[in-house]
């Protein structure tokens, strides 16, 4: 079963950087994706990267701060976010795609790491 | 949202309880659409892929419809434990982005 884990999400003032991890134990053959979820809110996509590590998309309301990556050495998942805003603090989940990276079909498998962005 | 839910939805245990879910030529009109189980506090759950696909292990009482630019997703014989959130997703090809639907809070009464 692929197992996935998300960490790193902490406390952070406006303007700051942070990474997000995802751990991995069983690579998704077709690519991840995160999705965040601010406090009382609904679902909102941020980023995919297939398998192969070279497509890469973003959503517009982060694009240009944060990347997507992967490092196959140690099996992890990267959301590199930087000049955070107080309206990225959300609960980020990395989910895997059930199919298609382009269809919107995912499977959540953490419980999602929070990150908050207040000074 | 681009996709568009009504945002609360309500039946009595046993009921059948339909959300819509509209959107646009570039998404639901090109693309699948995948519905999400949110119970509060908890990570969400795929509940439909592809239209009408369910994973392995969600019941029949769920089942999912597309037609044109809309889509709906229909909970049938209603128990207690479906209250949740119910999202919405599909691609967007001018975005190049997965979209969702502001989501559906469904209450058993």
């Known amino acids: 079963q692929v197992r996935v884990e998300e960490s790193g999400g902490h406390l952070v003032h406006p303007g700051r950087s942070l990474r997000l991890s995802c751990e991995d134990s069983g690579l998704s053959p077709h690519g991840i994706h995160w999705v965040r979820q601010a406090p009382g809110k609904g679902l909102e996509w941020v980023a995919a990267m297939a398998h192969d590590g070279i497509k890469k998309f973003y959503s517009d309301s982060v694009k240009g701060r944060f990347t997507i990556s992967r490092d196959t050495a140690d099996n992890k998942l990267y959301l590199e976010m930087s000049s955070l805003r107080p309206d990225d603090t959300a609960l980020y989940y990395c989910?895997?795609?059930?199919?298609?990276?382009?269809?919107?079909?995912?499977?959540?498998r953490g419980q999602g790491t929070m990150v908050t962005v207040s000074s | 949202s681009v996709l568009t839910q009504p945002p609360s939805a309500s039946g009595t245990p046993g009921q059948t309880v339909t959300i819509s879910c509209s959107g646009g030529k570039s998404n639901i009109g090109s693309n699948t659409v995948n519905w999400y189980q949110q119970v509060p506090g908890t990570a969400p759950k795929l509940l439909i892929f592809?239209?009408?696909q369910r994973p392995s292990g969600v019941p029949d009482r769920f089942s999912g419809s597309k037609s044109g630019t809309s889509a709906s997703l229909a909970i049938s014989a209603l128990r207690s434990d479906d209250e949740a959130d119910y999202f919405c997703a599909s691609w967007d090809d001018h975005l190049n982005a997965v979209i969702f639907g502001g989501g559906t809070r469904v209450t058993v009464l």
């Open positions: 592809s239209h009408d």
């Open positions: 989910a895997t795609v059930r199919l298609l990276l382009e269809d919107g079909a995912f499977d959540f």
